[in-house]
């Protein structure tokens, strides 16, 4: 079965022309410790609002001990620091563009006015810094900023353009959180990098679904290994992946319990021995560990692997080595916070879109056009139909529920806040979105497709949230390329 996807896999990549790198990742051994990004503490500014300071810049990174290759990185040679933020805090970024080509920094899962979101419109020239601020209003979460330069994101994201983006409870968190020890990022990429330590970039705009690749990073580690030293751990798992989707457990087969979904957490956590996650999806989890045991973290495809053409690989990811002695920890609380079900308003407005090849509704991205327009505050059904093979759809500003992926409830472990939602080949989606009220009639948001491949090729529509009542007077066109102000 593994090889007939691969297959229909080749075949879609030659009927569009080209050649996708769509290599299984290797078995490794496991012996570079896990990389923690660092912690960006921010200055603060008269106003009291928390300055953090990005410079995207390349740089050269050695993922084979030795053996340096060209990446991108912020504030560093590949990924980005981790910015954290508590809800209510002021936040003002300044972004450096330190690199020879324009891009933009998209603040992925935030809830802020559209002329900050850093989408294609905020664009940073080389040597020109972008100072978008907003106030954090949403529940504590982890998010995170990539590129989003329309047509160049797949290229800059993979070349190591992405960071994290933690916000807090003022409360604190009952969770394990003491950062790099039982509350631990991973950021989940695939590469193509050969043992002479190169990473290569040919195939990430090619082929169906862009570059799969053989080689995974977590936080841009290489073979890694991670040592735990207390009984439970909260792991917040971010696909940073260009297309791969991974199927995430243990090799052993023991449950974990997820607690968070992308834009928050869950009512109360969800025993799971697997989770799936596409990219630009967020998942944490709370995983229990022995002594001393030594346990595999890996990704698995479908027991029925026809399920859809994208997620079909079996291979390991990360090596957890427990001590001899693990510190004891609290337990995991029942009730984590999340909202309970949600439903939809009587008469909520429905929205349609269909996914097929890289268009959405027939038509692929114009910068200069607005095709949606919300008012401020909606609450609204969009139905999600994909008619062709596997794609993902994430809006901005927004955080979500499924209400159903093919006409059931989605897993318990995928109903909490959303704003990323996988649909695999044929696959249909109803979300319940609930819609900021930042108006701003001219400047768009985005939705899209988060496979970048698609994303580039023009898988994105773009919306505005207006004033109710005021829909019909809103221009239906922009200029493209329009400024943060
Ligand atoms: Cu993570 Cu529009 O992007
Ligand atoms: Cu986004
Ligand atoms: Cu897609």
Redesign the pocket.
């Known amino acids: 079965m593994k090889r007939r996807s691969l297959l229909s896999l080749t075949v879609l990549a030659v009927v569009a022309g080209c050649s996708s790198s769509s290599e299984q990742p290797r078995n490794r051994d496991f012996t570079q410790r896990l990389r923690i990004p660092p912690i960006l503490e921010p200055t603060i500014d008269i106003d009291g609002a928390k300055r953090f300071a990005l410079e995207l810049r390349s740089g050269r990174s050695a993922f084979v001990p030795g053996r340096e290759t060209d990446t991108w990185g912020i504030n560093g040679a590949y990924l980005g620091p981790v910015v954290r933020a508590t809800r209510g805090d002021r936040v003002r970024m300044s972004v450096t563009n330190r690199l020879p080509e324009t891009t933009t920094l998209?603040w992925?899962g935030m809830r802020l006015p559209a002329r900050m979101d850093g989408?294609p419109h905020q664009m940073i020239p080389p040597g020109t810094t972008w100072t978008p601020e907003w106030t954090i209003e949403q529940p504590a979460a982890t998010s995170w900023f990539?590129p989003?330069l329309h047509g160049r994101t797949a290229m800059h994201v993979y070349r190591g353009l992405a960071g994290l983006f933690l916000i807090d409870d003022p409360d604190g968190s009952a969770l394990p959180h003491e950062y790099g020890v039982d509350d631990v990022p991973l950021i989940v990429q695939d590469k193509v990098i050969g043992d002479d330590g190169e990473l290569t970039t040919g195939g990430v705009d090619n082929g169906t679904f862009g570059l799969l690749g053989d080689t995974i990073l977590i936080n841009g580690t290489r073979d890694p290994f991670f040592e735990v030293r207390t009984e439970l751990v909260r792991f917040r798992l971010l696909n940073a992946s260009n297309a791969r989707v991974y199927r995430i457990g243990f090799a052993d087969g023991r449950t974990f319990r997820v607690t968070g979904a992308d834009a928050g957490p869950l009512d109360r956590p969800v025993t799971v021995d697997r989770v799936k996650i596409s990219p630009?999806e967020r998942v944490e989890f709370v995983a229990r560990f022995s002594p001393g045991e030594t346990v595999v973290l890996d990704s698995r495809g479908e027991p029925e692997k026809s399920a859809n053409d994208i997620e079909e690989d079996d291979f390991p990811l990360l090596r957890i080595v427990a001590t001899a002695g693990l510190k004891p920890s609290p337990a995991v609380p029942a009730s984590l916070g999340g909202p309970g079900p949600d439903t939809a308003p009587p008469g909520a407005r429905i929205r349609r879109f269909s996914l097929s090849g890289s268009e959405i509704n027939d038509r692929d991205m114009d910068m200069t056009r607005i095709d949606e327009v919300v008012p401020a505050g909606a609450v609204e059904i969009w139905e999600i139909d994909n008619t062709t093979y596997a794609h993902n759809f994430?809006i901005?500003e927004v955080a979500f529920r499924i209400l159903e992926i093919n006409g059931v409830a989605p897993p318990p472990y995928q109903a909490g806040p959303k704003d990323t939602v996988f649909l695999p080949k044929k696959a249909k989606a109803r979300l319940l979105v609930r819609f900021g009220t930042h108006v701003d009639p001219v400047t768009p948001y985005?939705y899209?497709c988060?496979i970048l491949r698609h994303e580039d090729k023009g898988m994105m529509g773009q919306f505005v949230v207006v004033e109710p009542g005021t829909e019909h007077l809103v221009p239906r066109t922009v200029p493209a390329g329009h400024h943060h102000d």
């Open positions: 998209h992925h989408g990539h989003h630009g994430h901005h985005m899209h988060h």
